[in-house]
């Protein structure tokens, strides 16, 4: 009875750390890189309100700081932020925050004039734009948050990320159909 009970266990433990691996992977699989946003200047006669592809700049002029888990869960029930999933769409399907959208972080530079917008409607309400991936070794929301940075924006990353939500018993989301937008 006894060898069976630490078989279980020895079981469990081998496939907890199967799931953190397949999550560090995921996270990590990615090797960021600064400098690839292209420059796409808009033409003369497009709208003003249309978003232009900024150059990447060497100085950040906007801010990227990173947000405690009670101030973040005050800014998400409030509806006070903005907020971005950069982890890919399989681990979002299985659980996000309430609100998030999903960016993930190597899609960046296709959705960058899309999100721009949000962005800009967001701050402009008074909202905080807020980051997160899966836990304060994954670095897939601070790399995003230093090139929104670079474009001038002030950005909070929640570096703690979905894990320590999760582990605080904060209500989370599902979704089977993937990206809400």
Not at 96 to 106: K, R, T
Request: include cysteine; hydrophobic fraction near 40%; proline fraction near 7%.
């Amino acid at each position: 009875m006894r060898d069976s009970s630490l078989l279980s266990q020895v079981t469990l433990q081998r496939g907890n750390l199967i799931l953190l691996a397949l999550a560090l992977v995921s996270c990590t699989a990615h090797t960021p890189d600064f400098d690839t946003e292209v420059v796409e200047q808009a033409a003369p006669s497009a709208p003003a309100s249309k978003p232009v592809k900024m150059p990447p700049r060497l100085e950040i002029k906007g801010s990227s700081e990173g947000i405690a888990i009670d101030e973040f869960f005050a800014l998400q029930q409030t509806d006070g932020a903005l907020i971005y999933d950069v982890r890919v769409p399989y681990f979002y399907k299985i659980d996000h925050i309430p609100g998030a959208i999903n960016w993930p972080y190597n899609e960046y530079d296709a959705q960058v004039q899309k999100r721009d917008i949000e962005i800009q409607k967001a701050l402009n309400s008074g909202k905080k734009v807020v980051l997160y991936c899966f836990n304060i070794l994954c670095p897939e929301a601070r790399n995003v948050a230093k090139k929104l940075s670079r474009r001038d924006y002030d950005v909070l990353v929640f570096s703690s990320g979905i894990d320590s939500w999760r582990e605080a018993g904060l209500p989370l989301e599902t979704s089977s159909a993937g990206n809400p937008d």
